[in-house]
């Protein structure tokens, strides 16, 4: 009995168990929970009545609950792919089309890509991805000319080349998307002041850089050193300063109120990385350059945030930020713990769960 009572009370402790009461959809894919009575397994939203924590046990992969003899579940077919993945794939084929078509094609086009009525498809494509189409289809084009005017030939071809039809127009816009002149972007940044921070994100280490005209680069990586040396040899005539605690202070606080670990999972790292940009860029564009600490007193809440008064999600995040390194360290003691045998590799997994962010 008592073996009993101490195995219900670790599934309760789990966070996992959590997700599973909660049937959260969000927890999906991450892990695979089975059911010792009834020798099935399920994903964590599955909508049948809840076991006992005591009949339960959490497997990290489908192929784990398999072999551990259960079978999967007719309700929630862990065995298929979930809505989110089978969502997740049909947006990335929008997004290759997009990247790939010389004029973005219309709402309805891409749409039918999808095999989705306009309005499903431009709120599913929001859902996935956290941008609209059209906002993804404008940082691919930004990304393009951005890579364009880093090569030789005319300013004009590259405005031309990476899709953009009217010059006019892109000279309008190039402070907003290049931080400067194509002019002064085709030649390293001269004469240019280019403030540049390097911070982590759900995606890797992340590198924003801003002239007094407006942000120049956004760059993720795996090695915050290369990003470096990327900003300097894409502006090898800039004043490039880093260091500023300022500007540090503002892209982390932008940087974490977008910031959605959750958001597209399922989608392809560059997918994933052009939307993130996105938000990103349009996040710090509503900041005017030379606005540093003002804005953290101002109160204004960029990004998917509403004003700071009532925003809890602004407050949370800065408080989840905090968290996700207690949490990392927890994760890491786990780890070391397991090295020498002490804890079960169940306890690590349901440590990873909780140190992973959530949105
Ligand atoms: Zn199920």
């Known amino acids: 009995m008592n073996a009993v009572l101490k195995q219900a009370d670790i599934i309760e402790r789990d966070p996992r168990w959590q997700a599973i009461r909660t049937r959260?959809?969000?927890a999906d894919g991450r892990f695979y929970y089975s059911v010792k009575t009834t020798g099935v397994y399920c994903r964590p939203s599955c909508g049948a009545r809840p076991a006992r924590p005591e009949n339960i046990a959490f497997h990290a992969t489908r192929a784990a609950a398999e072999r551990a003899g259960f079978r999967p579940c007719k309700r929630c077919k862990p065995d298929?792919?979930?809505?989110?993945?089978?969502?997740?794939?049909?947006?990335?084929?929008?997004?290759?089309?997009?990247?790939?078509?010389?004029?973005t094609p219309n709402l309805a086009a891409l749409a039918a890509q999808a095999q989705m009525s306009v309005y499903h498809f431009h709120r599913t494509f929001k859902a996935v991805t956290g941008v609209t189409p059209r906002a993804y289809a404008a940082e691919h084009r930004a990304q393009r000319v951005r890579a364009q005017l880093g090569r030789a030939g005319s300013v004009t071809d590259a405005i031309f080349d990476a899709g953009y039809n009217s010059n006019a127009r892109f000279y309008e816009n190039s402070n907003a998307l290049l931080g400067m002149t194509p002019r002064a972007f085709r030649h390293g940044g001269a004469d240019a002041q280019i403030r540049f921070a390097i911070g982590q994100c759900s995606l890797g280490a992340i590198l924003v850089a801003r002239s007094d005209k407006g942000i120049c680069a956004i760059e993720f990586g795996d090695d915050p050193d290369a990003l470096a040396r990327a900003l300097q040899d894409r502006f090898p005539n800039a004043q490039l300063i880093g260091g500023d605690a300022e500007f540090e202070r503002l892209v982390a606080k932008v940087v974490g109120f977008i910031e959605a670990p959750q958001l597209g999972l399922n989608l392809p790292l560059d997918v994933r990385g052009t939307a993130f940009q996105q938000r990103v860029w349009d996040a710090l564009r509503k900041i005017p350059a030379g606005v540093t600490a003002s804005y953290s007193e101002s109160g204004e809440c960029v990004g998917r945030c509403h004003p700071m008064p009532s925003c809890g999600a602004q407050r949370s995040r800065v408080v989840g930020l905090s968290l996700g390194r207690g949490a990392q360290a927890r994760v890491a003691r786990a780890r070391d713990a397991r090295v020498k045998g002490a804890t079960a590799g169940s306890e690590m997994e349901a440590a990873e769960y909780a140190a992973a962010p959530r949105n």
Do not use: F, G, W, Y
């Not at 298929?80 to 997009?98: D, F, G, H, Y």
């Open 80 to 103: 298929q792919p979930s809505l989110a993945e089978t969502n997740a794939a049909k947006i990335t084929a929008v997004c290759r089309l997009i990247e790939t078509a010389t004029e």
């Open 24 to 26: 959260d959809a969000r």
